[in-house]
């Protein structure tokens, strides 16, 4: 079975230079769907069909020439499974279990004990 790769892409990428990009690499019109949500100027997903490391990384790069702005890898998921809303649900899914950096917390520990912080 084979991987889906999807990409969010930003909005002033043109999703016409990406499908070119995918098919000039040796990917098929059937290996990969780009959802678009309307207007041609707004963010959109695209999934590609991926069998090996190698096309994961060509894939990975026409994306990242592309503007992408964050990938998903979805193992043993085919391009039949990659449909918008079962797609979405995973990212969704995904983006909540992130574990987003936290500020950088400075901890004060006293050398001296209470003597020095005290007073009585």
């Known amino acids: ?6 990409g969010l892409f930003a909005h002033h990428s043109d999703y016409k230079k990406l499908e ?6 040796g990917f098929e019109n059937s290996d990969y769907i780009v959802y678009l949500n309307g207007s041609e100027t707004s963010q959109y997903l695209a999934s590609v069909a991926v069998k090996d490391n190698n096309q994961t990384d060509g894939a990975r790069n026409i994306f990242s020439q592309n503007s992408v702005l964050k ?6 998921m085919g391009i039949g499974q990659a449909n918008y809303d079962n797609l979405k649900r995973f990212i969704d899914a995904r983006n909540r279990a ?12 006293s ?3 209470m003597d020095s912080e005290v007073k009585f």
Request: charged letters at 20%; zero cysteines; hydrophobic letters at 35%.
């Open 1 to 6: 079975m084979s991987n889906i790769l999807a």
């Open 20 to 25: 070119a990009d995918l098919e000039n690499s």
């Open 71 to 76: 990938t998903y890898l979805f193992e043993n």
């Open 98 to 109: 992130d574990i987003h950096n936290s500020p950088d917390v400075k901890i004060k520990a």
């Open 111 to 113: 050398s001296s004990g």
